[in-house]
């Protein structure tokens, strides 16, 4: 159950967004099976070190409960704050905006999809899929499971159809003499933005240690889970991209915008519609799936008081977080009308390893701190350093690279400190400061714990 669980955190519609992006940055092909290689055992060591701080401390909501509980308010504030505005919804927007160029490709066979249809059918989408979450949590949790099932389809297709062209002996691009040969000059910059297109597909890998207080004796089974599931999905993965080269020359994968569908029209034939159809499914359940996580987080948040006390209300009958619903459709939406995918997994990858590195730092900060505390896991300390040293050099040599792009999440990251003091540490704020007020009689919510009797309508007709 626990690989499984891995497994389907892990794999998602990244595999079918990132193979571009990194070969662009890798330059070779050889270099770029490399990249997905290594990416998957930077994956197992960051893995191994969430294990340790999940059976350490204990506590829901992953990264910004043990970089709170290490580092202190304001630390775990401003990963959460990047999370609520970076992280989630730049990835609900990537994620949308790949669901709308796979609807759309088999419409556009010869061009790109127009600009405005791509963003108008991918907010369509989220819009639709913030209405089901609002409206059912039953309703998002069956979405979840129906759609897994489209990405699955999607790569068994894609890795058994590579698999009979290498057989046939179509490998020109996968030669060891071809395989290296250069489309543009490489770099250390962009061998690291490699990296960061690759880990946006692997991304999923730091929710494991979620489930830790659930497994019996996860001392044994956590690292057994780790070892076994995070090598089957750098397996799949090469494997998949492995077949993109056995029917594309480099080239021809550059200058695809949705590139399962264009394996699909190379080597399907009729049923090439197959392809659009299943990757389409594994997105947009993607997309409910990052909602109803990046909703929840916001809600955690909340109740711990560094968010707004109105994200921490729910729905009076449907028992939905309607208002961390709506924030995440919004900022969702709004990063949509600004950015384009490659640049966008960039943007998130880099906030996603700065978030990474800060708690894998605390790992070591914590066993200085408290060397006596029982560790039900504790990892060799080659391993955390290992990821340190790969970390400081990916951001370092990114940031060289894409200053706008990366430098931009830092500054929104920072944003937060004077929110931090405004909005938390202020204690007696006036009451026009707080919006929770208007917004409780709005979305017609009450804290989980309160009466609803408590909540007085805003005129003597209306309950709203």
Request: charged letters at 10%; proline letters at 6%; glycine letters at 8%.
């Amino acid at each position: 159950f626990l690989i499984q669980k891995t497994n389907r955190n892990i794999i998602g519609s990244g595999i079918f967004i990132s193979p571009k992006g990194v070969l662009d940055h890798a330059g070779s092909v050889g270099f770029s099976l490399i990249v997905w290689v290594l990416g998957g055992g930077i994956c197992a060591l960051g893995s191994l070190c969430y294990a340790e701080l999940g059976v350490t401390i204990p506590k829901s909501g992953g990264d910004y409960s043990y970089v709170t509980e290490i580092f202190g308010g304001l630390v775990g504030f401003l990963l959460l704050w990047s999370a609520v505005l970076i992280m989630y919804p730049t990835t609900l927007a990537v994620i949308a905006l790949t669901f709308s160029n796979y609807v759309l490709q088999p419409a556009f066979p010869n061009c790109l999809p127009p600009y405005i249809a791509t963003r108008l059918l991918a907010t369509t989408c989220v819009l639709f899929l913030t209405w089901v979450n609002c409206s059912s949590v039953r309703w998002g949790t069956r979405i979840q499971d129906i759609f897994t099932v489209g990405k699955l389809l999607a790569l068994v297709l894609i890795i058994v159809v590579g698999m009979i062209q290498i057989a046939k002996g179509h490998y020109d691009a996968l030669a060891p003499q071809t395989a290296f040969e250069f489309i543009k000059d490489p770099s250390v910059g962009q061998i690291a933005l490699a990296f960061l297109q690759a880990s946006f597909a692997y991304s999923g890998w730091n929710f494991l240690n979620y489930v830790t207080e659930e497994v019996v004796e996860p001392r044994k089974n956590l690292p057994r889970a780790i070892y076994i599931s995070i090598p089957l999905v750098t397996l799949v993965y090469t494997l998949t991209n492995i077949a993109y080269f056995s029917s594309m020359s480099p080239q021809e994968l550059l200058d695809s915008n949705a590139v399962a569908v264009t394996f699909g029209e190379k080597l399907l034939g009729v049923f090439s519609w197959v392809m659009p159809i299943s990757v389409a499914l594994s997105t947009f359940g993607g997309i409910n799936g990052y909602l109803f996580t990046s909703s929840r987080l916001c809600f955690s948040g909340a109740r711990e008081g560094h968010l707004p006390y109105l994200l921490a209300m729910i729905h009076l009958k449907s028992c939905t977080p309607i208002p961390a619903l709506l924030v995440c459709c919004t900022a969702t939406i709004v990063i949509l009308c600004i950015g384009d995918t490659h640049n966008l997994i960039n943007y998130v990858s880099f906030i996603n390893y700065l978030s990474y590195g800060v708690t894998i730092a605390g790992l070591l900060y914590y066993r200085w701190k408290k060397p006596k505390l029982f560790r039900p896991i504790k990892v060799n300390l080659l391993v955390p350093c290992s990821y340190l040293v790969f970390w400081a050099v990916l951001l370092g040599f990114s940031l060289y690279s894409e200053p706008v792009v990366c430098g931009m999440g830092l500054v929104i990251m920072l944003t937060g400190v004077p929110i931090y003091f405004i909005g938390v540490q202020w204690k007696n704020k006036p009451h026009w400061i707080s919006i929770t007020y208007l917004g409780q009689r709005l979305c017609y919510v009450v804290f989980p714990q309160d009466d609803p009797s408590e909540i007085q309508p805003l005129t003597e007709k209306s309950e709203l």
